[in-house]
């Protein structure tokens, strides 16, 4: 495949292009199929081969697509593992999952006399950065998909 | 929203966060853990802005009495700075492998929970 974001040749499983550092299926200036340059911001698909600049990847409603730049996935696992439980997953658009985490965590963390805090803020933390992990190799995510 | 806007947002929410804690004169007396309003316990990362505070302003013991997270916060806020100035060109792919990702979190979740098991949770019992 070819990096969407500098159209030199990477390696399929590869999570930065080694050339330009960005997440090699996320950007579409390229077509990652054939490496063709894609002059026209709006196009979805490479005049040269057809192929979705997207990387072929779903894009149905309910999908969240990767951002460029992509979210730092530490930075996302502590938000949510640190400052407010699912705040992670908020920012990186899964909003009523974090809802739900947080309200979750409250409800356990008072049920628990504070002594739950860190089942919980681990957890979330982890589920924040395996998920900002996925969108930053260039998958596109559901809102409500876990780990 | 661009790729460059996208960026400058980040980067100055990064260094208007660092600014504040350096130049404010007293952390308010708001406070910034919800966890603990609502449960009156700790939890693990608590005391961290604290300690961000003190070591800005140059006090390493209270800092590391505070939270010990308050020196690998600034690392992976350094990172990430560096990261977003440096996007798209070779130098971003110094800093932004997976490898180091893994070993900034597992670090970060170790450090918070030693610390919570035997310093925040033993205070706050007594």
């Not at chain 1, 938000?79 to 739900?100: A, E, N, R, Y």
């Not at chain 1, 803020?121 to 900002?132: E, F, K, S």
């Not at chain 2, 693990?44 to 939270?67: E, K």
Request: glycine share 10%; aromatic share 8%.
């Amino acid at each position: 495949m070819f990096c969407g974001n500098c159209g030199s040749e990477t390696n399929s499983n590869a999570v930065a292009c080694l050339k330009c550092g960005a997440a090699p299926r996320v950007g579409r200036a390229f077509c990652q199929n054939c490496g063709q340059e894609n002059k026209n911001a709006s196009a979805i698909v490479c005049v040269s081969c057809g192929a979705s600049l997207t990387g072929g990847v779903a894009s149905g409603s309910d999908m969240i697509q990767p951002g460029n730049p992509p979210r730092d996935p530490v930075l996302m696992g502590i938000l949510s593992g640190c400052c407010l439980v699912g705040l992670g997953q908020m920012i990186l658009g899964q909003v009523p999952k974090g809802i739900v985490l947080l309200i979750c965590a409250i409800g356990f963390g008072i049920i628990t006399s504070g002594f739950g805090a860190p089942i919980f803020l681990i957890l979330a933390g982890v589920d924040a950065y395996m998920i900002a992990n996925k969108l930053k190799s260039g998958r596109p995510v559901s809102s409500w998909e876990f780990f | 929203m661009g790729v460059l806007l996208r960026r400058w947002i980040e980067l100055a929410a990064i260094v208007g966060g660092v600014a504040y804690l350096a130049f404010v004169p007293a952390l308010p007396s708001v406070p910034t853990c919800a966890y603990r309003v609502l449960t009156s316990m700790p939890c693990p990362t608590c005391g961290t802005t604290r300690g961000l505070f003190a070591l800005l302003h140059g006090d390493v013991r209270l800092a590391m009495q505070s939270n010990p997270l308050s020196f690998l916060v600034p690392l992976i806020v350094l990172r990430r700075g560096f990261v977003l100035t440096t996007y798209g060109t070779r130098c971003s792919a110094l800093f932004n492998h997976q490898a180091i990702d893994r070993t900034l979190m597992a670090s970060f979740f170790a450090i918070a929970l030693l610390h919570y098991l035997f310093v925040a949770l033993p205070a706050a019992i007594r």
